[in-house]
Structure formats: structure tokens, C-alpha cells
């Protein structure tokens, strides 16, 4: 009987290639490398919150959400400030020389008119005074006219058309001039003709042009003007939501470390506070400063261009109606309701600008110009045609220092008998208008700079706040850094 067959011997310590293949959940090709190289990233929010859950992880996140609003808070300042320098610098260069080039555009046409028709109804073509008043008051309109287009910035505007009609019509008009005068020259009665079609010309057509554009330039110069006045909310909220994020910032601080008051957080809290309250002191400021701007310079400045433009216009209307040698009682009526409205506006301005006297003297011209047109009806009525119009063109008695030193006189005596006048004009309604429109000019250049000097302030005004709120900012952002350090070296 043969013995039972052994088994063959199976190794000891032999490892097993499977032995320990039930603990992986991999497949047996491993994690893709492509994979793995995205591990890191991956793993970026997990290690982020376990650092956040300890404390100087928390206190990291702290201060550098603090460093981040300060900055935030003085870069909004900052683009602010330097958007409205640019608005103002905008205003200042551009919108306020256009609104006064379309002014100073009206201003001449205004004149150009008047003197030729002034001049028209004088012997002959007018005298060599004339002729350098309306030539000057022409190139003042042309330069006027090139400076109003170079102001436009959309060539497609209807402010650049209105420029372009005006460009197109004034050499119509000039021309129209210079026929009347060779008529006038000659007694040809046509040039009357031609001087009324001229002025209707001006009239309804150039005037008209230069008053639109005056119009919305001068609406414009408003519009900005009280937008720069009012105060900037964004960047102003910004700096009070960093100073209450800083003063939360302390009072945790203060319960995290068991101490009182952090130098870093106190400083930083103390810097932001005052740049916080010089811009809110700021901003009540322009406020403030905007609304006397607006009365004591854009609206006076605005009646007493109206008004010279309203005086103007009488003005060319009574040599109109001299040149037709008709004048009704629509027209006295007219004459005398201008009068009252240029008197009540002047009257309403003598407490807005820094001259009363100028305004006082002012009126006492427009009286007595008022004086002169009655007396002149009163010679048209009689039949003395020529002795109404040297009264009507009369410049005064010589030379200007005598026309100066008898206005006051001269003028109460013919208040006082229209008649004692006579016929040698030393009241005459040239001499009267021209000096008026001469005082209206002057206190126009000194409200226009007083309006200049406002806006030319606040530029430097916003200049300075946008500095000092960067200057405390920065430091106080350094102030959080240095202050969060010490705690931050007590967990090392």
C-alpha cells in the first residue's frame, strides 16, 4: 500500500500580489495625472476655511478686509474728486468762454444793428465814429462767431448749425448795409428800404439765431454749475462704512486679545473720522458756496445780459421807427414797457453786485434816455422832423469829460421841461444809450469774473480734499497693518 501523496509546499514568506487589494477603492491603474495636478487648487477652499476657523487665521481676514475698504473708500474719493476737477475744468474751459462767446455774439449783432440804424437816419451816411462803432461791433461778432465754433464739440449740434446760419446770413446783412449808405449817400430814398430790410434781417434771423444759441449755452453753464454743488454720496458712504467697520474691527479686537484699545485700530479709526468730516465739511461748503455763486454771480450775471439785450432792442426799434418816420402808439407803449422792465431789473440786481453805485447811475442813464425819447415824440408831433432827430442822435455838448460832468444836470433839467431842451441833444438818446450800454458791459465783465473766480475755487477746493483723503487713507491702511502685526507675532 503506497503512502498519501504531499500536497507541494506553499512559501512562507512569499508575499502575495493581491493581499492587501481589497483596501483600495482606485481602479488598479491609479489617480490620472491630469487630475492630480488640479489637487492643490482643489484643496485651496478646504485649507482656507481651517485657516479661517483659527484665530490669527480670522485675524489675517480682518485686517485685510479693513486695509481693503480704507483703500476703496479713498480710491472712490479720489476718482470722485478728479471726475468733478474734470467737469469743472470742462466749465471752466469750455462751457461758461461758450456761453460768453454766444453772449458777446448777441452783444454785437445787437450793436451792429443798432449803430447802423442810428447812423442811417443822420445826414448823410454818418459820421466817422460811426463808421469805427459798427466796424468794431462787426469784427467782435466774427470773433465771436469763430470762438463759439471752436467751443462746439459735436460738429452735428444744433449749436454748430445755428453758428453756420449766422456765418451764412451776416455778410446778407453787411451787405444790405452797404447799400443803404451808397443810397444815403446820394438822397436816394430807397436806402430806407434797405436799412429796414437789413434790420429785419437781424431781426428775425441772426438775432434770433444768437439768442437760441445764447439761450442753451447759458442753460448749460446752469446745469453743470449746480450739478458740481451737490454732494458725492458714493464716495462719502464709502468713508462711513470704513470708519464703522474699523470701530467694529476694535471693539472685537479688544474682546479677542482681552486688551482695551489697539494704537493701529485707534490711529487708523481717528484718521478716516477726520477724513470723513473734512469732506463732509467740504461738500456743506460747495453747497453753501454754490448757491451764493448762483445768486450773487450766474443769475445777475444772466439779468444783466438780458437786460443790455433788452436795451438794444429798443434801442434799434426807436431808430427804426425813425428811419420810417412813423410811430405809433403801439410802439410808445412798447418803448415805455421796456423802460420799466430794464429799471425794475436793475433795480433787483443793486443788492447782488459789488457796485450799487454803477447800477444807481445805471438808471439815471436809462431815465434820461427815457427823457430824450419823449422829447422827440414831442417834436414829431409839432412836425420837427429834423430837430427830432438831432435830438435823437446827439452825442452831448464836446468832449466826454464835459458830457460826464453835465449828465446828472442835464438830464434833471430836462425831466423837469422836456421843452428847455430845445434841440442841442446835450441829452441826446445816443449819448444816454451809449453810456448806459457802456455800464451794462461793465458790470456783465464784473459778474462774469466774480462767476470765473467761484468756479476757478472750487476746482482748487476739490483739489485739496482729494489729496488729504489720499494722504489718510494710505496712513491709516499702514495704521491697521502695523497694528494687527504684534497680535498676529503672538501666535508664532
Same mark, same amino acid.
Given at each position: 500500500m503506497s503512502a498519501p501523496e504531499t500536497p507541494p509546499a506553499r512559501p512562507v514568506h512569499g508575499p502575495r500580489d493581491d493581499f492587501d487589494r481589497w483596501m483600495d477603492t482606485d481602479r488598479?491603474?491609479?489617480?490620472?495625472?491630469?487630475?492630480?495636478?488640479?489637487?492643490?487648487?482643489?484643496?485651496?477652499?478646504?485649507?482656507?476655511?481651517?485657516?479661517?476657523?483659527?484665530?490669527?487665521?480670522?485675524?489675517?481676514?480682518?485686517?485685510?478686509?479693513?486695509?481693503?475698504?480704507?483703500?476703496?473708500?479713498?480710491?472712490?474719493?479720489?476718482?470722485?474728486?478728479?471726475?468733478?476737477?474734470?467737469?469743472?475744468?470742462?466749465?471752466?474751459?469750455?462751457?461758461?468762454?461758450?456761453?460768453?462767446?454766444?453772449?458777446?455774439? /448777441?452783444?454785437?449783432?445787437?450793436?451792429? $444793428?443798432?449803430?447802423?440804424?442810428?447812423? /442811417?437816419?443822420? $445826414?448823410?451816411?454818418g459820421t466817422g465814429a460811426d463808421d469805427a462803432a459798427y466796424t468794431h461791433a462787426l469784427q467782435n461778432a466774427t470773433q465771436s462767431v469763430i470762438r463759439a465754433a471752436n467751443g462746439i464739440e459735436d460738429p452735428s449740434s444744433r449749436d454748430m448749425r445755428l453758428v453756420l446760419e449766422i456765418q451764412q446770413k451776416l455778410p446778407d446783412y453787411v451787405s444790405l448795409i452797404a447799400e443803404a449808405k451808397v443810397n444815403n449817400r446820394v438822397s436816394n430814398p430807397v436806402g430806407g428800404a434797405y436799412i429796414a430790410q437789413a434790420s429785419e434781417l437781424m431781426q428775425n434771423d441772426l438775432l434770433t439765431a444768437a439768442s437760441e444759441l445764447y439761450t442753451r449755452t447759458n442753460a448749460r453753464v446752469g446745469e453743470q454749475q449746480v450739478g458740481l454743488t451737490r454732494p458725492m454720496w458714493f464716495p462719502l458712504s464709502g468713508l462711513l462704512a470704513a470708519v464703522v467697520m474699523l470701530v467694529l474691527a476694535q471693539f472685537w479686537l479688544a474682546a479677542l486679545t482681552n486688551r482695551r484699545l489697539n494704537a493701529g485700530y485707534g490711529t487708523a479709526t481717528i484718521l478716516m473720522t477726520l477724513a470723513l468730516l473734512w469732506t463732509v465739511g467740504s461738500a456743506v461748503v460747495t453747497w453753501h458756496a454754490g448757491a451764493n455763486g448762483l445768486t450773487r454771480a450766474a443769475e445777475p450775471l444772466e439779468t444783466l445780459t438780458s437786460v443790455r439785450i433788452e436795451a438794444q432792442q429798443t434801442r434799434t426799434t426807436e431808430a427804426l421807427s425813425l428811419v420810417r418816420r412813423e410811430y405809433s402808439d403801439a410802439e410808445r407803449t412798447s418803448f415805455s414797457e421796456h423802460i420799466r422792465s430794464i429799471d425794475a431789473a436793475l433795480d433787483d440786481l443793486r443788492d447782488t453786485v459789488h457796485d450799487p453805485a454803477l447800477v444807481d447811475s445805471s438808471r439815471e442813464l436809462l431815465r434820461g434816455w427815457d427823457t430824450s425819447h419823449a422829447r422827440t415824440l414831442t417834436l414829431i408831433r409839432d412836425g420837427d422832423y429834423p430837430a427830432a432827430i438831432r435830438v435823437a442822435v446827439a452825442e452831448g455838448n464836446g468832449a466826454t469829460g464835459q458830457d460826464d460832468a453835465t449828465d446828472t444836470a442835464g438830464t434833471a433839467g430836462t425831466a423837469a421841461d422836456p421843452g428847455a431842451a430845445g434841440t442841442t441833444g446835450a441829452t441826446g438818446t445816443t449819448r444816454n444809450f451809449a453810456r448806459l450800454d457802456r455800464q451794462l458791459q461793465q458790470l456783465i465783465a464784473e459778474t462774469r469774473k466774480d462767476l470765473r473766480d467761484y468756479l476757478i475755487e472750487s476746482r482748487v477746493s476739490a483739489e485739496r480734499v482729494t489729496n488729504l483723503v489720499v494722504v489718510f487713507t494710505v496712513f491709516s491702511a499702514l495704521c491697521v497693518i502695523l497694528g494687527t502685526r504684534p497680535r498676529l507675532q503672538e501666535y508664532m
Open positions: 488598479a491603474g491609479g489617480r490620472s495625472p491630469r487630475l492630480s495636478i488640479f489637487a492643490p487648487a482643489l484643496a485651496l477652499p478646504r485649507r482656507f476655511t481651517e485657516f479661517v476657523s483659527t484665530s490669527p487665521g480670522l485675524l489675517w481676514v480682518v485686517s485685510t478686509v479693513l486695509v481693503l475698504a480704507i483703500l476703496a473708500a479713498g480710491g472712490a474719493m479720489a476718482a470722485s474728486s478728479q471726475s468733478r476737477q474734470a467737469d469743472l475744468n470742462k466749465l471752466v474751459n469750455g462751457t461758461e468762454p461758450l456761453s460768453y462767446a454766444s453772449q458777446e455774439l /448777441f452783444n454785437s449783432l445787437s450793436v451792429a $444793428d443798432s449803430v447802423a440804424t442810428t447812423s /442811417f437816419i443822420q $445826414d448823410g451816411a
